[in-house]
C-alpha cells in the first residue's frame, strides 16, 4: 500500500510538556489508525478516525483527522512516564492489511 | 491481554533448522495476518488470511510458509532463514478485513544464527 510518512522520527520532552505526532499521506485516506508500542511490547490500538476534519479525545490524547483527509496528528497533553513508547499511524485495512509508519519514539525525562 | 496469544515468545535457530510460530486468537474474529518487525524498517504486513484463505502476499521469501488450519489459529513455518530474517514477528487478528481494527500478540523474538 501506499505510504505514511511519520515525524518527528524521535521526541523528547520532559515530563509535563505536551507532545506531537504527525502523520502525512500524499493520498487521500479512507481512514487512519494510532496505536502505541510500549517499549519491549507490541502495538495497542488506540483510535481509528473515519471523518474529514474529525477530532477524538481519550483524557489527555487528541487525535485529528485533517479536512483532507491525507493528514493526521496525535497529541498528548502534560506527558507522563506511562505515555513512553512509540505511536504508529496506520492506513489502509481490508485485504492490503495496514500500511504502518515508522513511529514516533516518545522519550521522556523526569 | 489482548486475546491474542503467540508461541513460542523467544526463538533461536540456526539456518538449516526448520521451526514453527504458533498464533492463537480468542477473540472469534475472522482474519488474521502476520507482520514482521526489524529495528531499520517499519512494520511490514507479510501475510493475510481471512475465513482461512489467504487473501494478501507481500512477496514474502518462500522460506517463509503460512498456514491457517482454522479461524483461530495461524502459523509461520519457517526453514533455511537467513541472519537478516532475525526480527519481532507479531501476529495480529480483527473482526473482518473490512473492520480494520487489530489485536496484536506479544510476538515471536526470532534469532537466526
Known amino acids: 500500500g501506499q505510504q505514511v510518512m511519520q515525524i518527528p522520527q524521535y521526541q523528547h520532552v520532559q515530563e509535563g510538556e505536551d507532545f506531537t505526532t504527525y502523520c502525512n499521506s500524499s493520498?487521500?485516506?479512507?481512514?487512519i489508525q494510532w496505536y502505541k508500542q510500549r517499549p519491549g511490547g507490541h502495538p495497542v490500538f488506540l483510535i481509528q478516525?473515519?471523518?474529514?476534519?474529525e477530532v477524538k479525545k481519550q483524557k489527555r490524547l487528541t487525535f485529528q483527522f485533517g479536512e483532507a483527509k491525507k493528514n493526521s496528528s496525535l497529541h498528548i497533553t502534560a506527558t507522563q512516564t506511562t505515555d513512553v513508547g512509540t505511536y504508529f499511524c496506520?492506513?489502509?485495512?481490508?485485504?492490503?492489511?495496514?500500511?504502518f509508519g515508522k513511529g514516533t519514539h516518545l522519550i521522556i525525562q523526569p | 491481554e489482548t486475546g491474542v496469544t503467540q508461541t513460542p515468545r523467544h526463538l533461536v535457530m540456526g539456518m538449516t533448522n526448520k521451526k514453527s510460530l504458533k498464533c492463537e486468537q480468542h477473540l472469534g474474529h475472522n482474519a488474521m495476518y502476520w507482520y514482521k518487525q526489524s529495528a531499520k524498517k517499519p512494520l511490514e504486513l507479510m501475510f493475510v488470511y481471512s475465513l482461512e484463505e489467504r487473501v494478501e502476499n507481500n512477496s514474502v521469501p518462500s522460506r517463509f510458509s503460512p498456514e491457517c488450519p482454522n479461524s483461530s489459529h495461524l502459523f509461520l513455518h519457517l526453514h533455511t532463514l537467513q541472519p537478516e530474517d532475525s526480527a519481532l514477528y507479531l501476529c495480529?487478528?480483527?473482526?473482518?478485513?473490512?473492520?480494520?481494527?487489530?489485536?496484536f500478540g506479544p510476538g515471536t523474538r526470532l534469532t537466526v544464527t
Open positions: 478516525l473515519v471523518k474529514s476534519g
Open positions: 495480529a487478528s480483527s473482526q473482518d478485513l473490512l473492520r480494520g481494527e487489530q489485536y
Open positions: 493520498t487521500t485516506l479512507s481512514n
Open positions: 496506520a492506513r489502509g485495512g481490508g485485504a492490503d492489511g495496514l500500511t
